[in-house]
């Protein structure tokens, strides 16, 4: 019986869970590949205790530095659960060229080394998997690639951060004196939020994994920096109580990926807060859940919802890609990544949405035609309007939704509304889901 | 370069969508397999005039009778879309036993003939795909198979049923003159229900449904007899509208299986309206969608949702399933189904759950005394007790909710209270998710 080695680099919690998770399932590996899967080899700092620890047998062999077991002879499959992106883009590099193929979580480093990780893939015929980098134990990146074989994917979107879905979500139903704050700080306490929750609540974090999942769509890198972005850091309370109790709409964090398959593919590619319809399947993600709707060609519209992050989940993605990994080294002929196309990045200022706003102006004449006339002049139609007559510090609070209009059109306005000396500069400006 | 020969029975909506996804994805496929991927036969009744609607080259081979492409030299897969049961077994086994690979969207056929269709594939060493048998379009079926392969599987639940989907979340907001013999005419003119829809009404086509995740998931039977279920047709608008009002939930017609893996899995396995938390992604899912939970043992809790049926989604599952067949055909080694585990099914007495009962009493002292001690002296406590002061035909309205109680306990107490002089024989029993 064949026998394929894998080995794993670092040992943290998730490279712990998956050495777990792979000795835990040999014998029904054995049953459904008529071969052994056997971990070979792990590196991490702290090998030897943390071997210790997990019960290792001696024939598992331990190192220190993770890019030696690029050089290892015998090694199939190399999981990097390392963190960072230094030694990982090593490991990885290293891995690939050499033939070796390669599992990783990393989203920071698919996102931002996808051109050099697809030639070293190519140097070496080594497949390169990826399933734990956006939305964690959710099996969607399977499915876009297998289930979805027959179809065009016209949009993949949703809430991909766990962060700052946790945090939005908790002010829906919280008390009167929660705030943005106050609900981070709790997230913190929950164990939901880094000490430093930056990446999170800039919406870097879900950036990089739109980053990947046009890669895997398209075959091309599409670089962070090149998606536009905006956190949840300028969204109040009162927006969120508006929200509901006007809109009948609850804010989530997006990412957004829609593809126009022409001869090139128009990519739009964003990161926004967005208000959603309460009735809209997203709206019902609340937690630290996760979920990816897709808009296939065929199958329609569709939502995978689950944990986005955690030991257990990110496990049981990535040692999902080493049994679909022993399911290609075993076949002679595996399936190929899709070959990339032609790409062409459409401008954020394109792209179209219907937007809310919140203001606060002096309460005196005219104040509302003006800023209709700003919107109005570059074609932009208001959908609601509602004007508090309780005055807040910075004037009275203005809450208008606008019909779908171009990003670009709407900032200008925008500019010219702030402008107005009797608008203050205080605002939050959100994106609708139509 | 390698051909794969595909034929195709059945050119009815979904097969017709299968033809021309498939002959659209040529290119693709050849560019992700190094294979050809090739229609090679089509049957139908009307096979002439079907295959000049769909254009079809005259290298396609085209015959009447299905069973006869299971002895066409040189088909490696045959796609079975025909409807019914008998042509469809017929075609099946032989395929099967001939060494014909087999995709069927077909959950009849699954759930009636599953080890007949298991012996067959074993003698011909072929294998059986049937993604679009189960949630249409969704691709559950491969991420139980593949994505989950780390994990343990210990419950599948969810709306497996898109007609009584759609008429039940047409009641939540409908206008006072709604009934469930409204919802149903309205359901069958938006072409989401059939002329007779008992299959859907009673369960039946869910319990199928079941019976398919049971066996993917064991490699055993589970005919559809042996799966308890309750239909739709009990339900009262003024079920929904309480449960709406004073609960918090809305009812859902599930199909639940649950796992308990010891050396024999434990099983539990049934089809029954359930009132959902309006805060539970089930209650989300409205109109003709489909949604299935999945509890894993490291991914965790995850849905799935989108279109259970029409030809887009059908055939993108089929076509998907087909993909993936290359893949095990062109692979020297491909991934076996699970092996059978030892089996029992949990009696569905011994299901726990909290229970709806809405009865109708006479407004006499000691009726509540009366109900309340049939239920405790079964060891089943009330959660809530609602009394209208508004009588109805039969009596006064009561409502009631239980804690988690046994099935069967629950049904002794509920036989005791219909037997009762002062309550009418009336009533409406729901499950509810805890």
Redesign the interface.
């Known amino acids: 019986m064949r026998t394929i080695h894998v080995a794993v680099a670092g040992l943290g919690f998730v490279g712990r869970?998956t050495v777990r998770?792979?000795r835990?399932?040999r014998e029904?590996?054995r049953?459904?590949?008529?071969?052994d899967v056997e971990l070979a080899a792990v590196a991490d700092r702290d090998v030897h205790r943390e071997a210790r620890r997990l019960g290792l047998p001696v024939s598992v062999l331990r190192v220190r530095d993770p890019r030696r077991l690029a050089s290892l002879p015998g090694i199939d499959i190399v999981v990097e659960v390392l963190g960072g992106l230094d030694a990982p883009r090593a490991l990885a590099l290293s891995s690939l060229k050499t033939g070796r193929h390669l599992v990783t979580a990393n989203k920071r480093l698919l996102s931002h080394c996808w051109d050099e990780l697809r030639r070293a893939a190519a140097r070496g015929s080594a497949r390169l998997y990826f399933?734990a980098s956006v939305a964690?134990?959710?099996?969607v990146l399977?499915?876009l690639d297998?289930?979805?074989?027959?179809?065009r994917i016209e949009a993949v979107y949703g809430i991909l951060n766990g962060t700052t879905n946790y945090i939005l979500s908790s002010l829906e139903h919280a008390g009167p004196g929660a705030t943005m704050q106050s609900a981070l700080a709790q997230a913190q306490a929950a164990g939901f939020a880094e000490k430093d929750p930056t990446m999170d609540l800039s919406g870097e974090d879900s950036v990089q994994k739109v980053s990947v999942l046009a890669s895997l769509l398209t075959g091309r890198a599409l670089p962070p920096g090149r998606i536009a972005r905006q956190g949840i850091t300028g969204i109040e309370r009162q927006d969120i109580d508006f929200a509901l109790g006007t809109l009948s709409r609850t804010p989530r964090l997006l990412g957004v990926l829609r593809l126009d398959w022409g001869k090139t593919v128009r990519l739009e590619a964003h990161v926004f807060p967005t208000l959603v319809p309460l009735?809209?399947?997203l709206?019902?993600?609340?937690r630290q859940y996760n979920a990816v709707m897709v808009k296939?060609?065929?199958?329609?519209?569709?939502?995978?919802?689950?944990?986005g992050a955690?030991p257990?989940?990110t496990?049981?993605?990535v040692?999902?890609d080493?049994?679909?990994l022993?399911?290609?080294i075993?076949?002679?002929?595996?399936?190929?990544?899709?070959?990339p196309v032609k790409v062409e990045l459409i401008p954020v200022s394109e792209s179209v949405s219907p937007y809310y706003l919140r203001l606060f102006a002096q309460d005196k004449p005219g104040v509302l035609a003006k800023i209709a006339a700003a919107l109005g002049r570059r074609g932009i139609s208001i959908a609601s309007i509602h004007q508090s007559d309780v005055p807040a510090k910075d004037g009275v609070p203005i809450v208008l939704t606008t019909h779908p209009a171009k990003l670009g059109a709407f900032k200008a306005a925008l500019r010219e509304i702030l402008g107005l000396g009797s608008v203050a500069r205080r605002h939050t400006m959100l994106r609708m889901l139509p």
Do not use: T, W
């Open positions: 869970e998770l792979l835990a399932n029904r590996f049953g459904r590949l008529g071969a399933e964690g134990g959710i099996p399977q499915a297998n289930g979805f074989a027959a179809n009735e809209h399947p709206a019902a993600v609340r296939a060609s065929h199958a329609d519209d569709l939502m995978f919802y689950g944990k955690g257990g989940p496990a049981s993605a040692v999902g080493v049994f679909m022993c399911r290609d075993l076949g002679a002929a595996p399936s190929k990544p899709r070959p």
